[in-house]
Each structure stands twice: as C-alpha cells, then as structure tokens.
C-alpha cells in the first residue's frame, strides 16, 4: 500500500502520462490532468513558487505561451486560435508541475519513467505492425503493402508516422543508453532481448519510410560513434559507423518504396519552386516539392509579418492566401496545409519574439545538457530539432506533449549526474 500515499501519487500520475502518451490523446490527456490535480492537493505554495523561481526554462516555456494569448489579441481566426492554445496548455502545465515540485525522482524512478516509454512505444507499434501484416496476409504485395497499411494504421490510433518514427527514434536512444548504464549488471538473457528490441525498433522506424527521422537517428548514430567514446578507439568507432552507413544505405537500396522517399530529394528541382513566378503543377510535382512550396510560402508571409507574426489562430488562412496565388492544392478545404516546418510555423504565428523563445527552449536545455554530461538529454533535444525541419511539430499534440514532458523530465526531475543522462 506504500507505493499509494500521496508522497507517490505525483509519480503514478507521471508514469500515466508516460504510458497513455503514444497510446491514446484522450487517455493522455485524463492522465496530464490528474497530475495537476495532484500537485494542487500538494500545496507548498511558497516552496513551489521558489523552485519555480529558479528555473528559466520553467519561464521560457510560460513566456511562450503567454505569447499564443497576446498573439489572440490581433489575430482574425479566433476559433482556430482557441484550439492552438488548448493544444499548447502543456507547455503551461508541465513547467508548472514539474518545475515547482519539492518531489525529486530517484535515479529508479527515472529510469522507470524511460523504460515505461519504450514499452508503451513498443506496445503501440506492434499494434500497428500485426495489423499490417494481418492485411497484407493473401495479398502478395510485400513490404509496400505493409508500408501503406502501416500508414492506415497510423490513422486509426490518431498518430502520423512521423511521430510514431520520432517516438521509437527516442526508444533506440534510451534503449543504448540503460544498455550502456547497465551493461556489467545485466544478465546475458536481458542484453540478447534488449539487443533484439533495438533492432525491432530500428526495423519499425525504416518501415513508417519518415525521412527525417531516419535522417536525424542515422546522423546522431553516427556522432556518437566518432565523438561519444575514448579517443584511443576513435579508428574502431568509425569503422562502425562505416558499417552503419554501409547497413542503412543497403536497407534504402532494398525496398524501392524507401528509395523512392529518398530519391525523390534529388530528383526535385528547387530552384524552379524558388523562381519568382512559379506556378504549382501536379504533373511534375512530388511530395518534397510540396513541401517546398509551403515553406516558400511560409517565408513570404513573415517577409510581410517580421516581427510579430499573424496572430495565434491566423497562420494556416494566410498560407491558403499564397497557396492559391500559386495555384497549389494545399489550399482546398481537406488540407489547409501548415508550414511543415516547426521554425517556420512559429516564427509565421508569433513573429521574431515567437521565434526566439522557441531557440531558446532548444538552446537552454542543450547548454544544460552539455553542461552536466547528460547525453540522453542532449540527444532528446537533437533529435526533436532536426525532425522540426520537416514538420510543424509544435502544431500537433503529439508532438507539443512529447517535448513540453521530456524536456520538463530531464530538465527538473532527472537526479542523475554525469554521463549516465
């Protein structure tokens, strides 16, 4: 009955949102919920407030909300400005809890929050691969039918691939590094079922075919192989980063759907989509020159709103504005598509200001991260920036929760020192 007093409440609460978090919105958001509760019925208002004081990360996230309400003040679409503030509430709650909180996790229960996040991941993607594979069952199509129903699946538990690749791209790092941490201590039996889940999810991610994902894993795979480790075996660490090259490059070679995803980059002319009077066409357009003309877009309305953006609710109307003048489909009712690009988005919504918090709330952690050698930290934030040059993900619940939690997690809570974060 221990594990139920209110000292260890907060904690179930925390561990709640960690499971429901690639699960289930609805659930997850149940679970963000009952933690503030929690830390409501906590009081210690004058501790918290001083904690609270005393983390600048906790006000640079505050701040940037603050500024989704200042941007309602002069935007035009305040209903749509209504949803972008209660999908940003995390970036409220969780400074709030987590960085006023006279409760420190253990180094147990740190880990604990990190291996309940590969399980959940986990669970949710093998959900998605067995019924993949169950629709591929008679149809004789292979992994391109897997690719498509894997997409379908993704649809269905409300998760674009993306984020389900992010995600797992996450558990590949925390699974390294609880390998690494406890490598001397582990038995021969966790070390083969951990080495298989990495390549399990290693798999999983190459499937959803999320470019940037694959990139930015691949890249920081590599940089800790070269830069991560003892000099005295840095000839040994590129030679496997060689290999991990050489095993990437064969596995994109293998299956033409990821080919395709690849190659389409190069094939794409940019500077025709940058030419002064370009004109959108479908008959030799691909899915990177689409994103292209949103980001084209996307810099011409800041061009013409610098400093202050157009309001909180207004970014997706004024893109539709220049998608039209360029005769491109995005701008029908069923799409209204967003910057996809998440320095582009809020720079678009909140201007120059909107711009800077969010460096900020990815520059602060990294110099934290640096700091005290917390390399899980460092990778977190890595990997979140460089999956944000493809995607608004701060336009997405899944996307605003993973960072607003994690960043909170390792910024307030993690009582780990050294290299082992």
């Known amino acids: 009955m221990s594990i139920l007093k209110q000292d260890n409440l907060l904690f179930i609460t925390i561990l709640l949102v960690t499971v ?3 699960i289930s919105m609805l659930a997850n958001n149940i679970s963000i919920v009952l933690m503030l509760l929690v830390w409501i019925m906590e009081g210690k208002w004058r501790a918290k407030l001083q904690n609270l004081k005393s ?92 690719f498509y129903d894997l997409l379908s699946m993704s649809s269905v538990i409300k998760m674009h691939p993306i984020y389900i690749a992010m995600y797992m791209g996450f558990c590949l790092f925390i699974i390294l590094y609880l390998l690494q941490k406890f490598w001397h201590s582990t038995s021969a039996l966790a070390k083969i079922g951990s080495i298989v889940l990495f390549i399990y999810t290693l798999a999983f991610i190459f499937l959803t075919g999320a470019r940037m994902p694959i990139i930015s894993i691949v890249l920081i795979i590599i940089t800790q192989f070269i830069a991560g480790y003892q000099k005295q075996i840095l000839t040994t660490n590129i030679a496997l980063a060689s290999l991990f090259i050489g095993i990437v490059v064969i596995v994109i070679m293998k299956f033409d759907i990821l080919q395709h995803r690849f190659k389409i980059i190069y094939e794409t002319n940019i500077s025709q989509i940058f030419a002064k009077d370009y004109q959108y066409y479908n008959s030799n357009q691909n899915a990177f020159s689409m994103r292209l003309v949103k980001w084209r877009c996307s810099v011409e309305v800041i061009y013409e709103n610098f400093l202050f953006g157009v309001g909180t609710g207004d970014t997706e109307d004024q893109l539709v504005i220049c998608y039209d003048q360029k005769k491109f489909w995005g701008r029908l009712a069923g799409y209204r598509f967003n910057s996809h690009n998440i320095y582009l988005q809020d720079w678009l919504r909140l201007g120059l200001i909107g711009f800077t918090l969010l460096m900020l709330s990815f520059i602060l952690p990294i110099i934290k991260a640096v700091k005290q050698k917390k390399a899980l930290y460092l990778t977190f934030i890595t990997l979140f920036m460089l999956c944000g040059i493809t995607e608004s993900l701060m336009n997405a619940n899944k996307g605003i929760v993973f960072f607003a939690f994690f960043s909170c997690i390792f910024a307030f809570k993690s009582d780990i020192q050294g290299s082992s974060t």
């Open 55 to 146: 983390n600048n990360l906790s006000w640079i996230f505050i701040g940037f909300y603050i500024l989704h309400l200042i941007g309602m003040l002069y935007t035009n679409n305040t209903s749509e400005g209504a949803i972008e503030l209660e999908k940003r509430l995390s970036l409220l709650i969780f400074p709030l809890v987590l960085g006023s909180t006279t409760k420190q996790f253990t180094k147990t229960q740190f880990h604990l929050i990190l291996k309940t996040f590969v399980f959940s991941c986990t669970l949710a993607s093998s959900t998605m691969l067995l019924y993949a594979i169950y629709q591929v069952t008679g149809q004789n199509q292979g992994v391109k039918v897997l």
């Open 20 to 22: 429901t978090l690639p």
